[in-house]
């Protein structure tokens, strides 16, 4: 790893003071298990000058229930999400999205802001240049998407954004948008919606390179909502998500009345399912009804040879977790 300045911040103001300090040579760091990867692989073109830690900001990890709204400190843990009563009660899907990201240790270090800023696992752009030189794709400055020729197994079913087929790898992004959540940065709040981008440059979002979230906040929805997260990957123990999804609805007298569907783990940003949330507007959950559901979610996927199985993983998954509530 090469050598950077690291940099305690005081508080949040003063991380964005030296981000704007160090501009595009400098990363902000929470708990470090995605970030800490990218360096030791020398992921980015320019390597970090200064690496800002935000865990010496006081005051950024907590889980309050306040009015009708969830705030979540950008550094609470994903244990504290998962173990926390409040977030179980309010928002289960929130709660089962951290319980089954990484492992019981990444937990303890991993935080709710990294989780849904962390960088996409594509193995060419994560190949370690130490192990014969960088793998330089479209999405680091290339030409070429390496993965689109190669191996992309694990990659995008519903095509490219500019020609990278990464997909975004974050457990709790889709969780958080079926629970319609608002993201609150030093600059401004965002419609969780619009917080995920991988056509903004480097990382996962539309954050600017000197903009640090502060806080995710989750709207207390009606006594009658539910929610569920349920996730596929090879491993149970430790594993990034094949695909994920996680549904928030609401219902009178048996029938759907508000429903929030997003897949994760099938196109570059967490995808919400429109199609599926429409046609299930005033319906009776049934199991034909889920299934129907699930084969709306997907008629739009656009699979590559080697992925093609994660069309039925999806479809199954947007079943099940709608069979789950
Ligand atoms: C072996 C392994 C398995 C994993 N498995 C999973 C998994 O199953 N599911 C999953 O979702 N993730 C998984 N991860 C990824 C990662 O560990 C988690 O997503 C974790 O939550 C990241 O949080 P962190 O606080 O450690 O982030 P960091 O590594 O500190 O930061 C990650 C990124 O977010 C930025 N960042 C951090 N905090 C903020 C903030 N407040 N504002 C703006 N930017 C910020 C950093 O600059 C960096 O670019 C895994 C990682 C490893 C190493
Ligand atoms: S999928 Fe994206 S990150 Fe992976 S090789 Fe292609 S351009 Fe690079």
């Known amino acids: 790893m090469k050598r950077f300045t690291h940099i305690n911040a005081t508080s949040a103001e003063h991380a964005v003071s030296c981000l704007q300090e160090y501009k595009d040579s400098s990363y902000v760091i929470a708990g470090g298990s995605d970030l800490l990867g990218c360096l030791k692989d020398n992921l980015w073109m320019q390597t970090p000058e200064a690496i800002v830690n935000l865990k010496t900001i006081e005051g950024l990890s907590y889980i309050k229930e306040e009015g009708s709204t969830l705030h979540i400190g950008a550094l609470t843990t994903l244990t504290e999400v998962a173990e926390s009563s409040i977030v179980k009660k309010l928002a289960p899907a929130l709660a089962e999205a951290a319980r089954r990201t990484a492992s019981p240790l990444l937990r303890n270090m991993g935080t709710l802001g990294g989780n849904i800023c962390q960088e996409n696992r594509c193995w060419y752009y994560r190949y370690p240049s130490k192990l014969g030189g960088r793998i330089d794709c479209v999405r680091k ?17 519903f095509g490219a954004v500019n020609k990278c087929i990464a997909v975004n790898p974050s457990d709790t992004a889709p ?83 508000a429903v929030r569907i997003c897949l994760n783990g099938v ?22 009804i889920a299934k129907e559901a699930g084969e709306i979610a997907l008629q739009n996927a656009k699979s590559l040879f080697q992925n093609i199985y994660k069309v039925q993983l999806a479809k199954t998954l947007v079943a099940d977790t709608l069979l789950s509530l």
């Open 141 to 157: 400055g290339g030409t070429k998407c390496f993965a689109v020729i190669g191996e992309h197994r694990y990659h995008s079913i």
């Open 175 to 257: 969780a958080l948008i079926a629970l319609n959540a608002t993201i609150k940065t030093t600059k401004r709040t965002i419609a969780i919606d619009e917080f995920f981008s991988a056509a903004h440059g480097a990382g996962s979002t539309i954050l600017d390179r000197d903009e640090i979230v502060l806080e995710i906040l989750v709207p207390v929805a009606a006594k009658s909502a539910v929610s569920a997260f349920k996730k596929i990957a090879f491993r149970k123990s430790i594993d990034f998500a094949l695909v994920t999804c996680a549904i928030a609805l609401e219902k009178d007298a048996d029938k759907i009345t």
């Open 267 to 288: 196109y570059n940003n967490p995808m919400r399912s429109q199609e599926a949330e429409e046609f299930l507007l005033g319906k009776v959950l049934t199991e034909d």
